[in-house]
């Protein structure tokens, strides 16, 4: 099973909005609505932000929302913050014989 | 609180063995499936093995197949990962992950134990 496609990095200012996009395949994002985003800090354990495309986790702030088109998943963060700063992962069920796929990981910068 | 504390991770040699635990805490463990995930220093995150609540099903990542088991000691609390013939391609941090429970996705993660495949 090959990893999803997430662009390597993205950026915008404190208050803007970004959007990261998660590409697969019909064998996965496109055939499940169950893809879920992690945020992961350096050096510190992966944190669900998002799963079942859109659903948010208690504690996480409805700055994060999640979406779903075809093959292709995205989360958008608004109103960025600095602690926003980090590395996001998606990851879609890709079958009962392969439990999940990961996308190769976003880096988000706040300038 | 959940809690998840991974350990047995270390430095061995390319084709030697090595055993994850997990011990968990905080919630009902075995109402719930369980998951290792791992990332290389620096890479990804990889999903590398789960088992359901019962151990009647057990899935593995292709990388693995064959040389990885996973199980689970509900009367413990505690996850296992028996890790053989490992290869550098295994040097990872690992971490134990809990399964949401109604869909497939990991609810709250371990801190990871580094294991490192050198000679």
């Known amino acids: 099973q090959s990893a999803l496609t997430q662009p390597r990095s993205v950026s915008g200012s404190p208050g803007q909005s970004v959007t990261i996009s998660c590409t697969g395949t019909s064998s996965d994002v496109g055939g499940y609505n169950y893809v879920s985003w992690y945020q992961q800090h350096p050096g510190k354990a992966p944190k669900l932000m998002i799963f079942?495309?859109?659903k948010r986790p208690s504690g996480v702030p409805d700055r994060f929302s999640g979406s779903k088109s075809g093959n292709t998943a995205s989360l958008t963060i608004s109103g960025l913050q600095a602690e926003d700063e980090a590395d996001y992962y998606c990851c879609s069920y890709a079958g009962s014989y392969t439990f999940g796929v990961f996308g190769g990981g976003t880096k988000l910068t706040v300038l | 609180e959940v809690q998840l504390v991974e350990s047995g991770g270390g430095l061995v040699q390319p084709g030697r063995s090595l055993r994850l635990s997990c011990a968990a805490s905080g919630f009902t463990f075995h109402d719930y499936a369980m998951h290792w995930v791992r990332q290389a220093p620096g890479k990804g995150l990889e999903w590398v093995s789960g088992i359901s609540w019962n151990s009647n099903n057990i899935v593995y990542a292709d990388s693995v197949k064959g040389r990885f088991t996973i199980s689970r000691d509900n009367a413990k609390n505690s996850l296992f990962l028996q890790m053989n013939s490992l290869r550098g391609e295994d040097t990872a941090f690992y971490y134990c992950a809990k399964d949401g429970g109604n869909s497939p996705y990991f609810d709250f993660w371990g801190q990871g134990t580094l294991v490192t495949v050198s000679s």
């Open positions: 079942d495309v859109t």
